[in-house]
């Protein structure tokens, strides 16, 4: 078994994972030999490159399953194969791609062979000891002390160098670089505006104050050994009184408070699985949003394929509904009445659709391809079948449009109403805005390098075609980039929804940009450079994203 030697040591930091001491959990006679040095390496990078898919305890989810029941009937030139070329459904190539050299892919799939060790819980004392408030509310700005348009600034995730950028929507100035966790990965911004949560994989959380003359950090705290959400309470009343993060490990969300990140409340999310009642001992969170319609954080538990619905207005009285939607949830948004929650059980190729409103699931939706990424979505008026939501997907190039207006279209609501063909597999995110004629599919993923870097377009008002045709942007070729590979990902538009932002993220020690734009004509806006934009990857207008407008 794992977990269960006391001897298990694992090492916090609170701005890097560091090298993970962990002991080799009970080694069987035919186990590979494995130095303990060896064993503490190979932990630090399954758990920095290779748990987001497998699960730490690698019971599987977007990536495939790799107990050692598996890994050893498949065995060690299987394992060191497929982690060196990997596989048209998603796995990287980390051999031929360079990232792993030779002696490290031995010792992954050696290690591979072995149980997993379980990292240490993470509760309140835990959360408690890397709690820092670094400017109390009282000592901070009774106003904005900068001139900054801060509903129309980005942060803009800059992942290898564990930093966000706040930067200008209209001057595309960088105001501030902000040191943030761990491979960071989302940002959300409180329902007044004022308050920026970041969140790096480390599930180091730093609120960042936009009202100080430079946006700082004001408090900081690490919820558990690794994360990815992190959401704050948007219901008329209860506006940054909350805030709340959810983590792969340990599997638990927990409540803060809006003002100074205090610990206030950690929930397990350990339990059964909806379908089969069986027990799960990993069912990590994934996206959180917070709800308008109710004082509720909706919160969409992985393994178990729960969706959660908080109700935060008495946190000593917790009162938590749990519906049953599907396994494998991963990330979603909202329709554009913001009533409806649409999520994607990412590998079993459903959307599910929670009604806000009724705190019950509307419906569970084969998306009709493979492995549905939606990122938030993208909402458009459709020429023929009134508002829908789209998602690309992970595994082929169709784009899934989804009917989303139960009372005005009532045959189209929760039905995919019409499938697009974009660029091809490897998408992960969608993107339009209220403003705007246009739909636009991401590739980063696709294994051809110009595919990668390119960004299909869609018209609204031409989807009432049979085989709607979309334009295809070079935005890695805009980037005017020589040298690398890079992948362009995640489009985000700007307050007023007339441009649109892009990252040409590449390797850490190569450049990167962000290419800008101009909606209406489809042309070039402006091409941002900087030597600290290193990796740049999610963006996140501050009021798109604090008004879920996308
Ligand atoms: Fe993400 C959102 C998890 C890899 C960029 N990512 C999310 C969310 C989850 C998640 C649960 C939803 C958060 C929310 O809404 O509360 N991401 C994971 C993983 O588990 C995974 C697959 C593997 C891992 O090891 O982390 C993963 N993600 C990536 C990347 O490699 C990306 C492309 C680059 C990066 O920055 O690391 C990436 N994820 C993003 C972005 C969003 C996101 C940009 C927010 C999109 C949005 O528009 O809201």
């Not at 690794?226 to 009343?237: L, Y």
């Not at 983590?247 to 990140?261: A, C, F, H, K, R």
């Not at 075609?465 to 990902?489: F, K, M, N, S």
Request: proline share 6%; with cysteine.
């Amino acid at each position: 078994g794992h977990g269960d030697s006391p001897a298990t040591k694992y090492i916090f930091s609170a701005t890097t994972l560091g090298q993970i001491e962990v002991e080799i959990p009970g080694l069987k006679p035919d186990d590979p030999v494995m130095t303990q040095a060896e064993f503490s390496r190979a932990a630090t990078i399954y758990f920095e490159r290779c748990a987001g898919c497998h699960g730490v305890l690698r019971k599987g989810a977007t990536g495939k399953a790799l107990t050692t029941d598996i890994t050893r009937a498949n065995g060690y030139e299987y394992l060191r194969d497929f982690i060196t070329y990997g596989s048209p459904a998603g796995m990287p190539n980390w051999g031929t791609s360079g990232e792993m050299d030779e002696a490290t892919i031995d010792l992954m799939a050696r290690y591979l062979l072995i149980e997993p060790p379980q990292p240490p819980e993470f509760g309140m004392a835990e959360m408690k000891a890397t709690w820092k408030v670094l400017v109390k509310p009282e000592d901070r700005p009774t106003e904005k002390l900068n001139d900054i348009d801060l509903d129309n600034l980005f942060s803009v995730t800059l992942r290898d160098s564990g930093q966000v950028a706040l930067i200008d929507g209209a001057s595309y100035e960088i105001h501030a670089i902000i040191e943030t966790g761990y491979a960071v990965h989302i940002s959300r911004i409180s329902a007044s505006g004022r308050y920026l949560f970041v969140i790096g994989r480390d599930a180091l959380i730093n609120m960042i104050d936009l009202w100080m003359e430079t946006p700082a950090t004001v408090a900081q705290i690490k919820v558990g050994a690794e994360a990815r959400s992190v959401e704050t309470s948007k219901f008329k009343g209860y506006e940054d009184k909350y805030a709340i993060a959810g983590s792969y490990w340990p599997p638990q969300y927990v409540i803060m408070d809006g003002d100074t990140l205090e610990p206030l409340k950690i929930v397990s999310t350990r339990g059964m699985i909806f379908d089969t009642q069986e027990f799960h001992p990993e069912p990590r969170v994934a996206a959180i949003v917070a709800s308008h319609y109710k004082p509720e954080f909706i919160v969409n538990v992985k393994e178990t394929g729960k969706i959660l619905l908080v109700d935060y207005s008495d946190i000593r009285n917790l009162k938590v509904t749990s519906i049953e939607a599907e396994r494998f949830l991963h990330d979603g948004g909202f329709d554009s009445s913001k009533r409806y929650f649409l999520t994607a059980a990412n590998a079993r190729n459903k959307v599910a659709v929670i009604d806000t409103k009724e705190g019950s699931l509307a419906a569970l939706i084969d998306t009709g391809g493979q492995t549905p990424h939606p990122g938030r979505g993208a909402n458009l008026m459709h020429p023929v079948h009134g508002p829908v939501w789209a998602t690309s997907h992970l595994g082929d190039e169709t784009v899934a449009l989804i009917g989303t207006d139960p009372e005005g279209h009532p045959e189209q609501a929760w039905t995919v109403v019409q499938q697009l063909y974009a660029l091809g597999g490897g998408s992960l995110f969608v993107k339009s805005h209220p403003t705007s004629n246009h739909l636009y599919v991401d590739a980063p993923l696709n294994p051809d390098a110009e595919t990668s870097a390119s960004v299909a377009v869609f018209r609204v008002d031409e989807l009432d075609q049979e085989e709607p045709e979309y334009t295809v942007l070079p935005i890695g070729e805009w980037a005017g980039i020589e040298d690398g590979q890079p992948r362009v990902v995640q489009g985000e538009f700007n307050r007023e929804g007339t441009e649109i932002w892009f990252s040409v993220w590449n390797a850490a020690d190569k450049e990167s940009a962000i290419v800008v734009v101009d909606d209406r004509t489809l042309e070039l806006a402006r091409v941002i450079k900087d030597q600290r934009l290193i990796t740049p990857t999610g963006k996140f207008n501050v009021y798109n994203t604090r008004a879920d407008v996308y």
